[in-house]
């Protein structure tokens, strides 16, 4: 039987639909508006896309949003100079920095200068702490995604034996630790991992995050897991034309899955729909209308 197709892309819309409602709701509660700022260093393309996109949403769940904008050249010091001014600004809410950043630039030392309270893409290791100490948290945007997909598509998760292929920061290191969160019993593979083939089998719940085409392949898949493909790749298609492809072969492991995302319009709509989760949830934080541990 084929795979269900977990859609990304309608469990998103929900979601802007519930911040949307959560940011009127703060509105009324304070009579402020949760603010985004984001940070774009140089020109790279894709990152413009996604800080539009991103902004876009912002604002259609009635955020405030900004975009700063810094040169290819700008030094660490004037960028960290925009941070500082971002944390001291009771306005903003969220600081997203767009990664990559230009060489010059340690990421780290970026990082680190965000207020963990602002820190909308739980990089910063206060927050990264507080999510491996089981303490609240702003999590990983990605990562939080895939746990809301897991939850829609209703897969089991106490007791389940979760692989993740993939221990980046931003993905495969904190989706570990959500999904150990939600008791699963998880085994982080990288690429010193011996016989990925027959580890991915033994998932029931299988994440791929690896940047690599197509590599999960059919026989990787145990009968009846959900696969969640975090992978976004770009490879040559008809036309001249690319197009994108996962780190899942979709329609090999769709003939053998219970359930799996499709790519695109799975994974990659949730990452914005969680910013913005974030953004509504540092700017109540912030106002001490949640409890933080
Ligand atoms: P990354 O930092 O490059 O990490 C890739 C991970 O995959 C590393 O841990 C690496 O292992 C592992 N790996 C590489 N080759 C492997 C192999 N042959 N076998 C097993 N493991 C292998 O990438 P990332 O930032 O985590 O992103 C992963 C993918 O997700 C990319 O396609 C990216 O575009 C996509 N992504 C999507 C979203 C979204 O919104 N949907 C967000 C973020 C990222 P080592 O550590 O041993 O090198």
Known sequence: MAARIIDGKAVAASLRAEVAAGVAAFKAETGAVPG??????????????YVRNKNKAAEGAGMR??????????????????VARLN?????????????????IREGAVIEAIDPAKDVDGFH???????????????????????RLLAASGTALRGAHAVVVGRSNIVGKPMAQLLLRADCTVTIAHSRTR??????????????AVGRAEMVR???????AAVIDVGINRVPGAAGKDRLVGDVH???????????TPVPGGVGPMTIACLLENTLKAARARRGLVRRA
């Open 65 to 82: 949003s900004e975009t700063i904008r810094l040169p290819a050249h700008a030094s660490e010091a004037a960028l960290l100079d925009v």
């Open 36 to 49: 985004l700022a984001v940070v774009l260093v140089g020109e790279d393309a894709a990152s413009q896309v």
């Open 250 to 260: 979709h329609a090999e492991a769709a003939a053998v899955a219970g359930a799996i």
């Open 218 to 224: 059919g026989d990787w898949v145990k009968p009846g």
């Open 195 to 208: 016989d990925l083939p027959a580890l991915a089998r033994s998932a029931d719940v299988l994440v791929a």
């Open 125 to 147: 290791p206060v927050n990264v702490g507080r999510l491996w100490l089981g303490q609240e948290a702003l999590a990983p945007c990605t990562p939080t995604g895939v746990m």
């Open 88 to 104: 001291a600004d009771p306005g903003t809410d969220g600081i997203l920095v767009q990664l990559p950043l230009p060489a010059q």
